[in-house]
């Protein structure tokens, strides 16, 4: 099943207002996409949080590689 537009729309919407990069957003709507279809596991789940974390920026953090 398909996300609904508008739950699509507040992520990207919340990223924007938290500073965040857009990158966060779209890694959400991967993960609740997945989700939705039943096509995730646990492995997939894990590499999902972990991407959506390593995607967030914190303020006053060197987030430099």
């Avoid at 099943?1 to 500073?19: G, N, Q, R, T, V």
């Amino acid at each position: 099943m398909a996300l609904d537009p508008a739950l699509k729309k507040a992520l990207y919407d919340a990223a924007e207002k938290a500073d965040q990069p857009r990158q966060v957003a779209q890694r959400l709507v991967a993960w609740l996409e997945a989700l939705s279809t039943g096509e995730s596991s646990e492995q997939q789940d894990l590499s999902f949080y972990q991407n959506v974390m390593a995607a967030i920026v914190l303020p006053g953090v060197d987030n430099a590689d």
